[in-house]
T-cell receptor, first 109, second 118 residues
């Protein structure tokens, strides 16, 4: 089993739609959780950290479920510019962050 | 935050040769990370480089194939040795730093080096 697993997609959604991605992790000792965004042929950039209480940043909401060992990302009112690959990342408290394979999102006009 | 530059941005190499990738950070950092990302795949950690000590390699990666240098707190190199077409990939340098508005360290990535081995 992979340490961090994501549905690779692709998710094809119309503008304005709400879309949600899940990511599961295998190490129950994991301490920090993140969502990164990677545009085509670019490096990943942090979208948001994921806190235990859940957090929201504009149209983006991240949730953490420690009991079931998954994190989620919800995007509301999708924009064309949201088209990208979204990478889930998990840190076990050491110096190593494990990335998921990414979920591809295409937002269509 | 951290700003990272990498050189070269891309290269096409013949099998059996070696390529050294340079990574420069605009601030001093304790650890630097080298990742590989093959087309359509996720980031795979190759090794963690600390200044003044040998790099720590992940399972499946060895020092003879991917020697790393870390001469100071702002610079590192990764060499891909005796290359084969299977080494064709994007190689990314990364550091952890305190991000703006973040409550924890986030990872910043260099723009990557796109390597094609013929």
């Amino acid at each position: 089993r992979k340490e961090v697993e994501q549905d690779p997609g692709p998710f094809n959604v119309p503008e304005g739609a709400t879309v949600a991605f899940n990511c599961t992790y295998s190490n129950s000792a994991s301490q920090s959780f993140f969502w990164y965004r990677q545009d085509c042929r670019k490096e990943p950039k942090l979208l948001m950290s994921v806190y235990s209480s859940g957090n929201e940043d504009g149209r983006f909401t991240a949730q953490l479920n420690r009991a079931s060992q998954y994190i989620s990302l919800l995007i509301r009112d999708s924009k064309l510019s949201d088209s990208a690959t979204y990478l889930c990342a998990v840190n076990t408290g050491g110096f190593k962050t494990i990335f998921g394979a990414g979920t591809r999102l295409f937002v269509k006009a | 935050s951290a700003v990272i530059s990498q050189k070269p941005s891309r290269d096409i190499c013949q099998r059996g040769t070696s390529l050294t990738i340079q990574c420069q950070v605009d601030s001093q950092v304790t650890m630097m990370f080298w990742y590989r990302q093959q087309p359509g795949q996720s980031l795979t950690l190759i090794a963690t480089a600390n200044q003044g000590s040998e790099a720590t390699y992940e399972s499946g990666f060895v020092i003879d194939k991917f020697p790393i240098s870390r001469p100071n707190l702002t610079f590192s190199t990764l060499t891909v040795s005796n290359m084969s077409p299977e080494d064709s990939s994007i190689y990314l340098c990364s550091v952890e730093a305190w991000g703006k508005g973040s409550a924890s360290d986030e990872q910043f990535f260099g723009p990557g080096t796109r390597l094609t081995v013929l």
